[in-house]
């Protein structure tokens, strides 16, 4: 996901360029990406404060969330100065892995293949050969192999949170409501002004300096509802390892959506 900020504007001089601009309410746009024209969704939030271009998984549908103030010609040449990130982000945007026998995934980070026993019943069981690879020997139906690999990854993600997330909040000595794990398209965590914690279950598949970074991220929250310098402040004092996470996160973190049912569309999600 590219984000960029927009220049601070009062009240009154949003307002004011909302209603003068003819194009104010205009939609979608094309934009040439390589050899190829390609249209650009325009989505006008009030809640926006910045310029966010995402790529959505699986469909390759491109959308651009900009403030409700926001000039169509900026939100073109922000569009424009992306385009090689767009590139990127296309090229593996139609490739998916399914969760299915034989498929590798990653796992905190690390290669682990699907394994299908046969076997009627059994939990998904972590095996690690001789030969150093390691397996998810999963039972029942191949039917029911995407659905028994998503609990997993669940499972686990929750694990590993709700660990990071205590002891996040332990040492600036805050506490959290809540920590739920679902399948979120727009955002890898949120925390709410109540202190309920949510985290996307895909980021178990990410290294776990990146987890841990989610994690403190989110907590920081708890004291500071806000993105000022203060809370980066303690982002940092709660994860050193910040820049490197943020750094993965902006080159591969969108590949998290690769693997597995389509964000937002698994037979058994998580209520949002």
């Avoid at 690690?128 to 993600?157: C, F, N, Q, S, T």
Wanted: charged share 30%; with cysteine.
């Amino acid at each position: 996901m590219e984000t960029d900020r927009i220049p601070q504007r009062g009240l009154i001089q949003g307002l004011s360029a909302l209603l003068r601009s003819p194009k104010a309410g205009s939609g979608d746009f094309e934009l040439v990406i390589g050899e190829e024209s390609r249209i650009v969704m325009l989505r006008r939030s009030r809640r926006a404060r910045r310029f966010t271009l995402r790529v959505k998984p699986g469909s390759g549908e491109i959308v651009l969330t900009v403030p409700s103030w926001a000039k169509l010609s900026d939100a073109k040449s922000f569009a424009e100065r992306h385009t090689g990130w767009l590139l990127q982000r296309l090229a593996t945007a139609g490739r998916r892995t399914p969760f299915e026998d034989g498929a590798m995934i990653p796992v905190r980070g690390l290669p682990h293949r699907i394994v299908a026993t046969g076997r009627l019943r059994g939990d998904v069981e972590r095996v690690e050969r001789d030969d150093g690879v390691i397996e998810l020997h999963v039972g029942g139906e191949d039917a029911h192999i995407e659905r028994r690999m998503v609990d997993y990854l669940k499972r686990e993600a929750r694990t590993d949170f709700v660990h990071a997330v205590t002891h996040h909040a332990a040492t600036i000595g805050k506490k959290a409501k809540r920590v739920t794990i679902r399948d979120q398209t727009t955002r890898w965590g949120s925390c709410s002004s109540t202190g309920a914690i949510s985290f996307s279950w895909r980021l178990i598949m990410a290294p776990p300096f990146v987890l841990e970074y989610l994690a403190a991220h989110e907590v920081a929250h708890l004291k500071e509802m806000n993105h000022s310098p203060r809370f980066w402040r303690l982002c940092r004092e709660l994860c050193p390892d910040m820049d490197r996470a943020k750094a993965w996160m902006r080159a591969d973190g969108a590949t998290l959506h690769a693997y597995g049912p389509v964000a937002g569309h698994h037979p058994d999600p998580d209520a949002i």
